[in-house]
């Protein structure tokens, strides 16, 4: 077996797979966003974590052809929570209003240093990138 096909292994059975980790990121996403809204409004950076790991898992499921096994259930992998033109969107919405220095805050960063300035773009420029996946998720099969 190729290491290829070894990595594809694990993607498709590990942990149940793939597909599965996505459904429960996901569904930890609706879980949040039900019983604890004001702690995604007051942290919304949280809602960036679990879109990065949704779109990193899904690139990867689709980068290796992985198999859905649960791909007779419908919708499954759920749908990605937050829809555009939702009252949802305005938690994510908060993502954007967090200012440089409660970013250094939340990170640990000394606002005066390069590093802080360089980190910071680098996080607009994600949650840019990100803006455009939550207006479009892909389906994850």
């Known amino acids: 077996m190729s290491k290829f096909d070894k990595i594809v ?3 498709e059975t590990n942990e149940r797979g ?3 980790r996505i459904d429960e ?3 930890l996403l609706e879980f949040l966003l039900d019983k ?3 702690i995604l409004k007051q942290n919304p950076w ?3 974590w679990l879109e990065s790991q949704d779109k990193f898992l ?3 499921a689709e980068a290796t052809n992985a198999t859905n096994p649960f791909k007779h259930a ?5 749908d990605w ?5 939702t009252e949802q969107k305005d938690i994510w919405q908060e993502l954007n209003q967090i200012s440089f220095n409660q970013w250094c805050k939340h990170y640990g960063y000394d606002p005066t240093s390069l590093a802080a300035k360089t980190d910071y773009q680098r996080y607009l420029d994600e949650l840019e990138s990100f803006h455009g996946y939550s207006e479009e998720p892909k389906s994850a099969n």
């Open 9 to 11: 292994k694990i993607i």
């Open 18 to 20: 793939v597909f599965k």
């Open 25 to 27: 990121n996901r569904e």
């Open 36 to 38: 604890t809204p004001e």
């Open 46 to 48: 949280v809602i960036g």
């Open 58 to 60: 899904t690139d990867l």
């Open 74 to 78: 419908a919708r499954y992998p759920r």
């Open 81 to 85: 929570p937050i829809k555009p033109n």
